[in-house]
């Protein structure tokens, strides 16, 4: 009986939170009022503004500064005209409710579907890395490299968690680096595992890494540039403020990361994830065996070198804004094919230990697809604009010190329900931006605010990237929110107290 009752009381599969939050976000839509803000985009083809008004009538007007002018949009024109800004803003001063737009039970049914078919991107990403690792991991390779690394930093295993992510928060302050970082996952695993440490250690030194890079972006432009450019200054404001919370945040991170991860070698039973070991050990040590040494021979050498060399490319591409989830796909594709001829394997073992291998990761990509359900169901339900207008109404006239604070706590509420960075700028920055005027401040600290809050909430949102994480690693939401939460309201608190003495030196 006692087994039964602790089988029920076991925390739900990251399918079932994301269902939960889907049927909550519809119910929203029938308690929240739907509302609509008019957008403005320019047309290069025709060298016109589009306004889009809240009935879906469509008005052009002359793209000059005048017309700007005109529509209380305090940007300068060439934003526009010179590609600076290219998806819709909202027009301060033209919030209008509308009929309501409440999401029922075929919506909610639907919109996993649909939010399969949005991103059907990203999934096929991961299904040909999960391809790439299943041959990589039939040739022995990780296994002869993990040997190898682990007698390398022997007594030093915390330097190469530290280095993992001090690189990837560099990769996210400088281009966002993000969903790129699930590929790092199952190399990384058997590595940390092997040193002693458990996978909340992994998934912190990657998710942490990446996430804190973003929160404290520097020069990032899907989030920094973007934002800037909505409100209007240039995103070298606040840059060298930036630099500073970003070093003193992720040395914050690895102190805290450092603590728990010495525990855990101490003693594995103080681990969170302590009676799941067994099993994730299993998962991704489950061909390596530290007596039997495998030879790190040229055929795996070569092997891990084609695959490692994937990832400058993927940065160059990203980083220059041309690539994007196609791009990085058809790298990797081109990846798997030499790996098979690299393999030493039949043609029909190559193919099926690669189809075997994009199999491991159906329940990942499938996580992916029903998060962004739940931002379908909102938007179908017209309520993010309501957000914006009633967030952006709490903070007209405050005192300067309060505003920037309330911002960050605004902008991370508001980070769940538009989780794309660039869309939330592009949206909020012309409603938010000119309220710092009203209190004299630099719109720089407005920035500030929108990227630590929507990078704050990105510690634990289920819309965003976690949960995809924690099915990959075999981690549940629960254990995670454990170990997160006392870092996140740390961050917290030095967030806050940073954008004080933002509002004091700028």
């Given at each position: 009986m006692s087994q039964n009752k602790k089988k029920k009381m076991e925390f739900p599969t990251a399918f079932t939170v994301l269902f939960i939050i889907?049927?909550?976000?519809?119910?929203?839509?029938?308690?929240?009022?739907?509302?609509?803000?008019?957008?403005?985009?320019?047309?290069?083809?025709?060298?016109?503004?589009?306004?889009?008004?809240?009935?879906?009538?469509?008005?052009?007007?002359?793209?000059?500064?005048?017309?700007?002018?005109?529509?209380?949009?305090?940007?300068?024109?060439?934003?526009f005209t010179g590609g600076s800004i290219k998806k819709p803003i909202a027009i301060p001063d033209t919030y209008k409710p509308i009929e309501q737009s409440p999401q029922g039970l075929l919506s909610v049914i639907m919109a996993p579907v649909e939010g399969v078919m949005d991103t059907v991107d990203i999934m096929v990403f991961v299904l040909i890395l999960g391809g790439i690792i299943g041959l990589i991991n039939k040739t022995g390779t990780f296994d002869a490299g993990i040997a190898a690394l682990s007698r390398k930093t022997k007594g030093k295993e915390f330097l190469l968690v530290a280095?993992?992510?001090?690189?990837?928060?560099?990769?996210?302050?400088?281009?966002?680096?993000?969903?790129?970082?699930i590929a790092l996952y199952p190399i990384l695993m058997p590595i940390f595992i092997a040193s002693g440490y458990d996978a909340i250690v992994c998934i912190a030194a990657i998710y942490m890494g990446s996430s804190i890079g973003t929160m404290f972006s520097t020069v990032n432009p899907f989030s920094v540039a973007i934002a800037s450019n909505a409100a209007g200054i240039s995103f070298k404001e606040g840059l060298v403020f930036r630099v500073v919370s970003l070093v003193l945040a992720m040395a914050i991170t690895l102190i805290y990361i450092y603590r728990y991860a010495k525990k855990v070698k101490e003693d594995p039973r103080n681990s969170i994830i302590y009676e799941d070991m067994d099993r994730i050990e299993e998962k991704f040590l489950k061909d390596y065996n530290p007596e039997n040494v495998i030879p790190f021979n040229w055929r795996r050498m070569l092997i891990l070198l084609v695959f490692l060399s994937a990832?400058?490319?993927?940065?160059?591409?990203?980083?220059?804004?041309?690539?994007?989830?196609?791009?990085?796909?058809?790298?990797?594709?081109?990846?798997?094919?030499?790996?098979?001829?690299?393999?030493?394997?039949?043609?029909k073992e190559a193919v099926n230990t690669f189809l075997e291998g994009a199999a491991d990761l159906i329940g990942v990509v499938l996580i992916i697809g029903v998060a962004r359900a739940i931002n379908i169901?909102?938007?179908?339900?017209?309520?993010?604009?309501?957000?914006?207008?009633?967030?952006?109404?709490?903070?007209?006239?405050?005192?300067?010190?309060?505003?920037?604070?309330?911002?960050?706590?605004?902008?991370?509420?508001?980070?769940?329900?538009?989780?794309?960075?660039?869309g939330l700028a592009t949206l909020s920055m012309p409603i938010m931006a000119p309220l710092a005027d009203t209190v004299g401040l630099s719109r720089a600290v407005v920035v500030t605010a929108y990227n630590w809050g929507q990078g704050w909430m990105a510690f634990i949102t289920p819309t965003g990237l976690i949960l995809a994480t924690l099915e990959m690693v075999d981690v549940t939401y629960d254990k995670?929110?454990?170990?997160?939460?006392?870092?996140?309201?740390?961050?917290?608190?030095?967030?806050?107290?940073?954008?004080?003495?933002?509002?004091?030196?700028?």
């Open positions: 889907l049927i909550l976000a519809a119910l929203l839509t029938y308690i929240v009022p739907a509302g609509l803000y008019s957008k403005l985009w320019y047309d290069g083809e025709q060298n016109l503004f589009v306004v889009e008004d809240h009935k879906g009538e469509l008005t052009t007007f002359p793209a000059t500064q005048e017309t700007l002018d005109n529509l209380n949009i305090k940007l300068d024109v060439t934003k280095f993992v992510s001090i690189l990837i928060a560099l990769g996210g302050t400088t281009f966002g680096l993000a969903e790129e970082t990832f400058p490319i993927m940065i160059w591409g990203v980083s220059t804004g041309k690539w994007w989830f196609p791009e990085m796909s058809g790298l990797f594709l081109a990846v798997a094919i030499i790996i098979m001829f690299l393999s030493g394997f039949s043609e169901v909102m938007d179908k339900g017209m309520i993010s604009d309501t957000l914006l207008y009633y967030t952006s109404s709490i903070i007209k006239n405050m005192n300067a010190g309060v505003f920037s604070v309330v911002q960050m706590i605004l902008f991370s509420i508001l980070g769940f329900f538009v989780p794309s960075s660039s995670w929110l454990k170990f997160i939460l006392p870092l996140m309201g740390i961050i917290g608190v030095f967030a806050a107290l940073m954008l004080v003495v933002h509002t004091i030196i700028i």
